[in-house]
C-alpha cells in the first residue's frame, strides 16, 4: 500500500537527499570525499552569538510559545538594519514578519498567494523550493530562463500574455543561487515597473545579500520607490553570519502579503524559539566585523577556485556575490554526466546545473563549502583522474 496524495506524488525528495545517500555510501568504502555540492558552510557562527544564545535560554519567560509575528526585539532589529543598511524604512509591527528560516517563508508564501492552477514566475534554474512549493499547492510555474549573455536576468518582455495574465506571484533572488549572479538597482526597477504593470506580487529572495565581494553592495529592492505597494523581501541569518542550523529568517514589505502569511503561519506553525531570535536580534544590532571577515574566507576560497578551474580549461567570470561558482561543464559532457563522473573517479561532489531547472544544463554549481586546501586538492584530483581540458 501507498498512502500518499497526488500532491506529493509530483513532488520529488529534496534535491540533496539522494546526493547524500551516496556520498555515506561512498565514505563507508573509505573514500574522502570532498562534498562542494551542498550550500552548508563548514565556518561556524560568531562566539557572540552562541553565547546570547546560552544567556536567552536561562530566561524562563524565553520558553514558553514564542510570539508567532515574532519577538519585538528581533522584529525592531530586522527594521533598524534595513534603515541602516538600505535607507529603507519599515514598521516593526506590519511589514516585518519572523519566519523558521526563510525558507520556511518562501514555501508558505505560494499557498498564501495563488489557488490551484494559477502561475508563479520562477527563475531558472533557481532554488528548487520556488518550484516544489507550487507543486503542493497545486499550482503551476512558468520558467523564466536566465541566460549569461543577459546577466542571469530573467527578459519579462519573453513571458507570454496568457501566462502573466494567470500569475499570481514572481520570484526573484539576487545575488543568485546557483548562478552567483548580481544586480544593480536599475534591474529591481524594471521588475517592480513590471509587477506595478501587470499586479502581480515579487518576493525577492535575498538570502545572499551580504555575502559580497570587493566593492559590491547589493541592493534591496525595497530601495526602490513603491515597492512595498506589491513586493516583499525575505531575508536569512543562515548565510550572512553562518547560523544555518538556527533556523532564522525574516520578511518585509508588503502588509498585506505578510498579514496573510502570518495568518497561514499562526495555523501551522508557532514562530521560531524565542531564544533564537534574541540571538539573531542580537547578530543584527552588534558588531559586522564577522561578516566581512566571512567575505574575505569566501573571496580567498573563490580565487583559489577560479585559478584551479582556470588551469582545467574552465573559466567563470568571478562572481560579485554568493558562495557558488556556476560554471559549464567541458565539452562533450551532460551536466549529469560531468557531475556524476567527478563524483566515480575523484570523489568530489558537485551539482548538476539542470537539478536547477532546465536551463541550468551545461553548467555545474560548486560551493566553496571547505577551506581552500581541499579545493585545491578537488580541482587537483578532477585534472588527475578526467580528460576534461578544454583547450
Ligand atoms: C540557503 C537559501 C535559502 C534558505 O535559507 P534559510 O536557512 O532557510 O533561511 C533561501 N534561498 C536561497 C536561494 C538559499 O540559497
Redo the contacts with the bound molecule.
Keep these: 500500500m501507498v498512502f500518499q496524495s497526488k500532491r506529493m506524488g509530483q513532488v520529488p525528495p529534496y534535491l540533496f537527499a539522494d546526493i547524500n545517500k551516496k556520498k555515506a555510501a561512498m565514505i563507508q568504502s573509505g573514500i574522502d570525499v570532498i562534498d562542494l555540492g551542498i550550500?552548508d558552510p563548514d565556518l561556524p557562527p560568531p562566539s557572540h552569538i552562541v553565547e546570547k544564545l546560552a544567556e536567552e535560554l536561562q530566561d524562563p519567560k524565553n520558553l514558553k510559545y514564542p510570539s508567532f509575528i515574532g519577538c519585538a526585539e528581533f522584529r525592531q532589529a530586522v527594521a533598524d538594519f534595513y534603515k541602516r543598511h538600505y535607507d529603507v524604512e519599515l514598521d516593526p509591527e506590519t511589514e516585518v514578519l519572523a519566519l523558521i528560516?526563510?525558507?520556511?517563508g518562501?514555501a508558505h508564501i505560494v499557498p498564501t498567494l495563488i489557488d490551484p492552477g494559477d502561475y508563479v514566475l520562477i527563475p531558472d534554474p533557481s532554488?528548487p523550493?520556488y518550484r516544489m512549493a507550487t507543486l503542493l499547492a497545486n499550482g503551476r510555474y512558468y520558467e523564466m530562463p536566465l541566460l549569461k549573455e543577459n546577466n542571469f536576468e530573467p527578459d519579462f518582455s519573453q513571458i507570454p500574455a496568457d501566462i502573466i495574465e494567470h500569475s499570481k506571484l514572481m520570484f526573484l533572488?539576487y545575488p543568485g543561487?546557483p548562478t552567483a549572479a548580481t544586480v544593480e538597482l536599475e534591474f529591481f526597477e524594471q521588475a517592480v515597473a513590471f509587477s506595478k504593470e501587470h499586479q502581480i506580487p515579487i518576493a525577492h529572495?535575498s538570502?545572499?545579500h551580504m555575502v559580497t565581494f570587493g566593492d559590491y553592495k547589493a541592493p534591496s529592492i525595497l530601495q526602490v520607490d513603491g515597492a512595498k505597494d506589491s513586493v516583499v523581501e525575505?531575508g536569512?541569518l543562515?548565510?550572512t553570519y553562518s547560523m544555518?542550523g538556527f533556523?532564522i529568517?525574516y520578511v518585509v514589505g508588503n502588509k498585506a502579503i505578510i498579514k496573510a502569511l502570518a495568518d497561514l503561519k499562526g495555523n501551522t506553525d508557532t514562530g521560531q524559539f524565542t531564544p533564537i531570535q534574541k540571538a539573531a536580534a542580537f547578530a543584527l544590532n552588534s558588531d559586522q566585523s564577522c561578516i566581512t571577515k566571512y567575505n574575505q574566507v569566501y573571496a580567498e576560497r573563490m580565487a583559489v577556485a577560479l585559478e584551479g578551474l582556470a588551469s582545467i580549461g574552465i573559466n567563470v567570470d568571478p562572481p560579485k556575490g554568493s558562495f557558488f561558482i556556476w560554471a559549464p561543464v567541458p565539452e562533450n559532457y551532460t551536466s549529469t554526466e560531468f557531475v556524476t563522473k567527478v563524483l566515480e573517479k575523484a570523489g568530489v561532489i558537485l551539482s548538476s546545473g539542470n537539478a536547477f531547472g532546465p536551463s541550468g544544463e551545461g553548467y555545474f554549481r560548486m560551493s566553496l563549502s571547505v577551506p581552500s586546501d581541499r579545493l585545491f586538492e578537488a580541482i587537483k584530483r578532477i585534472k588527475q583522474n578526467l580528460q576534461v581540458v578544454n583547450q
Aim: proline share 0%; glycine share 16%; aromatic share 16%.
Design positions: 550550500g528560516g526563510s525558507k520556511e518562501i532554488y523550493v533572488n543561487n529572495d538570502a545572499y525575505f536569512s543562515s548565510k544555518t533556523r529568517g
